[in-house]
């Protein structure tokens, strides 16, 4: 289940810090008569009444005239992308702010002093979109199905643990009364081999694409771990025709790849150091046009996203285990206003290895 993300906006000292404590029940947010006590967004993860999982937001008044006024307006105003429903707080100058949460397609509910928080949850629970349960499976299995995930453990694998999107499916498929089936890409064949048929579904690494399909019969159905998010997050149609960008691609392009967490990276890493390698050895193939600069990858991590997305020629999105459906969809919208194609690391890697028409998609 995803957090519902609730942020409170407002002008500097309109009590947004102070309502937030008082939602939480603890000092979330430093309170002060200071104008421009709080800088960054803050973020709290908490259980709330009706609710359930959230995370409260405080952010940085959109008044500040200090030296930093702009920047930390700015950090403010990029919260909207991964806000549920905002808050407006005691905002006498609410009218400008309101219209920009309105145009973000923000669901947006107003505070004044004195009301109750229980009456504000209330609201808040009110003007969360309801959607329907999404599964990452969608309708590839079934209850009784044998599902086979095949994991690599790796150096970029947590240790003793595994890494969250094998838990989400794993647990999901459980839940659906599947029979999942767990292996290493070593242990394939043997896996394979101790099942009375094919399983209804393998679910893989994208990195192992092509290994998992040498060794799985064709007649199999074959996904990946970040092909189900990139279905359950964003849109996998926009993200297949994205990825046909890459054959546009020249030495001469610009290339942003975007995680929506942060993590100190490795040799082994996905985002930063194969799926770059992959696209500079296919854009630098004999006989490849365009500069000789060679392929600009850039990368942005966590909240950083770059507000101007005009010079990239292709965005490529993690699978977003940790970010919600709507910071992917709102960063899909603004790939897609720019012109500039979005795509996921599944559906990329999949492309990059002709296998983009082997694979199923939710």
Known sequence: MERIHIAFFGATNSGKSTLVNAIAGQQVSLVSDVPG?????????????????????DTAGLDDVSVLGAERRRLTLSVLDETDVAVLVNSETSGTLAEMIQKAGVPMVHYSRGESVESLLERIEAAVPKEEERFLTGDLVKAG?????????????????????QVQVLRELLDRGCNPVCCTPDSLPSALASLKALPALTVTDSQVFGFV??????????????VLLAAAKGDAAVFAEGAKAIDR??????????????????????????????????????????????????????NDFPEDLTPYDLIIHCGACVATRTLVRARMRKALLAGVPFTNYGIALAYLQGMLDRIVIP
Do not use: W, Y
């Open 37 to 57: 006590t709080t800088t960054d967004p803050v973020r709290k993860l908490i259980e709330l009444p009706g609710l359930g999982p959230c995370v409260l937001i």
């Open 145 to 165: 199905d044998t599902v086979l995930l095949v994991m690599p453990q790796d150096s970029e694998a947590p240790k003793g643990r595994l890494i969250l999107p």
């Open 249 to 302: 691609l020249t030495r001469g392009s610009r290339v942003l790849i975007a995680e929506a967490c942060t993590h100190v990276p490795n040799t082994e890493d996905i985002g930063r150091v194969k799926i770059p390698a992959m696209l500079r050895k296919r854009v630098e193939m004999p006989g490849q046009a365009g500069h000789d600069a060679g392929l600009q990858v850039d990368i942005a991590a966590g």
């Open 213 to 226: 399909n040498r060794v799985l019969p064709a007649t199999a159905p074959l996904t990946s771990f970040s």
